[in-house]
Structures are given as C-alpha cells and as structure tokens.
C-alpha cells in the first residue's frame, strides 16, 4: 500500500519485471484506493453509523472545492477576497483538522483550532448532504471501522495476513 499512485505503478512495474504474478489476496495500491475495495465498500452497508453515503460516491474536486468555499463564506471568509494560494492553505488546515478529530486516530495532543474545527464540521456535513465522499473521510471512516469493528479486523486479517505500507509518514 502506499500513498501516490505513481508509485504504486513503479512498484508494478518492478514486480512484474521479477517476475510476480498477481493472485486474488493481493493489493497493490494506494491507501485510499485499500479504503474503498477493501473496507468501504464491502462493510459499510453493514455499519450506517459512520455515514458512509451509498451508493458510494466520491466527491470531485470541483464539488469538494465548491463545498469548501461555501463552508468560508459561512462563517464570514469571503472567498473572493482571497487568493488560491490562501484558499489552499485553509483546505489543507480544515483537512489536517478533519483527520486529527476523527476519535482514536492520533495519540498526539495538538491544539485544537476551534475556527478549523467548525469549518471542519460544517464542510463534513454538507458533503454527506450532497451524497459524498473526499479522500480524508475515506480514510477516516475506514480508520475508525477498523479500529471499532472487530468483524472489519478478523476480515482483513484473514485476506491480508501481510500488509507492507511505503511511505507511511505521508
């Protein structure tokens, strides 16, 4: 598993070149792509209390970016005032904050900033409004049915009795 797609086809490429052939408890990918095949969509008909929307739907960038802005112009930040370089910084903010909330995910104290934690709230309920899904909540939700589902953790033990993570500090 690992975080980019880009080396998750050299990781391929060099494994066929050895001659690797692929079989049904394999997983070559991306974490969030690990997310989807391997928890999410298998498992969350089976838990609704994570919100997972289904039919699964993952939210393009332009419907995350117009939620996003929506979310700033909420609670006073006027969107058009501030320059794409700002805007990215808020998302990447609200983001880091949406991934530290999720409960049992870090064992780090960070302060809390309440501003990223409402926007975070905010931005989390309208995309679950609209049928959607981002990359932070997939993993979050499949981190939390991991940790929290021991149906999930015996399943995945079972398919996967390895599991080599690159870059995991990403």
């Not at 501003?115 to 499949?142: P, T």
Request: hydrophobic share 40%; glycine share 6%; charged share 25%.
């Amino acid at each position: 598993i690992s975080y980019s797609r880009e080396t998750v086809r050299e990781l391929k490429k060099r494994l066929r070149e050895y001659g690797y052939r692929p079989n049904r408890n394999d997983f070559i990918g991306t974490m969030h792509g690990f997310c989807l095949i391997n928890i999410l969509e298998p498992f969350a008909h089976l838990f609704p209390q994570y919100n997972v929307p289904l039919p699964l739907k993952i939210a393009s960038d332009e419907l995350s970016n117009s939620i996003f802005r929506g979310v700033l112009s909420s609670m006073g930040i006027k969107t058009d005032e501030i320059t794409t370089k700002q805007c990215i910084g808020y998302k990447m903010s609200i983001n880091r904050q949406r991934s530290l909330s999720a409960i049992g995910l870090s064992q780090v104290n960070v302060q809390i900033d309440a501003f990223e934690e409402e926007a975070a709230k905010r931005y989390e309920e309208r995309l679950e409004k609209a049928g959607h899904v981002d990359f932070v909540g997939m993993i979050n939700s499949a981190t939390l049915m991991i940790r929290e589902q021991d149906f999930i953790k015996i399943s995945l033990e079972a398919k996967f009795p390895w599991m080599l993570i690159d870059e995991y500090q990403d």
